[in-house]
């Protein structure tokens, strides 16, 4: 059994509120490999209660418990951190940006600047780091979603649309796989599709193309200006 259909056996078992004693016990999966695939679906209070084996009711307090410290834990890492990072300058935004592009932005097509992510988080700083470097309006951004046949479309263009502060008018019509999102539950991080944010503009898309050029020419390391050099006339 492929690790996709045995992932999906196991989250089907936990959504009936199966315990991991008791999950492992059916499909054979270690509970290592179940903390990793269950960290989002936790037993309510009310089933651990019922649990008639002591074992299982005390790992299943266990996984909560270590839940929490590990959320504790990042929180003093956050804290921590926040003092050396501080309030970014212009050029730390800049060179920022610019990483983010080199490693998740669209370099084949020059006809235009865009960066296609399923996290909020990335597209949001895309668009700070187009207004604030570039002086782009927001408005002139387009946005095309890439969804699965199974997920409602104008659902997920209100989620889109409002987490991003971008108009409906701006989005595009929506590519649709074939594919069930169900299908892909296994990589996680695609609830709400993958989500392309684009700005028209041969002129940016030669600016941005030679600034990471000169990065890596600074950087002296060649392999990777070879992977920006200017297309072939």
């Known amino acids: 059994m492929s690790n996709i259909k045995l992932r999906e056996k196991v989250i089907f078992l936990r959504k009936r509120n199966l315990s991991y004693s008791q999950i492992k016990n059916r499909l054979g999966v270690p509970k290592s490999t179940l ?23 005390r790992i299943e307090k266990f996984r909560q418990t270590m839940a929490k410290k590990r959320v504790l834990k990042l ?14 300058s212009r050029r730390d935004i800049m060179l920022t940006g610019l990483a983010l592009y080199w490693g998740e932005g669209s370099k084949s097509d020059w006809s235009k600047v865009a960066i296609t992510n399923t996290d909020p ?24 979603l890439h969804l699965y046949n199974d997920m409602n479309i104008k659902k997920e263009t209100n989620y889109w649309s409002k987490i991003l502060e971008i108009s409906h ?37 030669q600016k941005i193309m030679m600034q990471l050029r ?16 200017a297309p072939d006339l």
């Open 35 to 57: 903390s990793s695939w269950l960290k989002d679906y936790p037993l309510p209070k009310s089933i651990i209660k019922k649990l008639r084996d002591r074992n299982e009711s």
């Open 75 to 88: 929180e003093e890492i956050y804290s921590a951190e926040k003092n050396n990072i501080k309030k970014l």
């Open 121 to 144: 988080d990335i597209l949001k700083f895309f668009i700070v780091w187009l207004k604030n470097i570039y002086e782009i309006n927001k408005k002139d951004l387009v946005v095309t």
């Open 169 to 205: 008018k701006q989005f595009r019509k929506p590519y649709i796989k074939n594919t069930n999102l169900s299908r892909i539950n296994h990589k996680g991080g695609f609830g709400h599709g993958t989500c392309r944010i684009a700005f028209y503009s041969v002129e940016l898309k």
């Open 214 to 229: 000169l990065v890596a020419e600074t950087a002296k390391y060649a392999p990777i200006a070879q992977l920006v050099r």
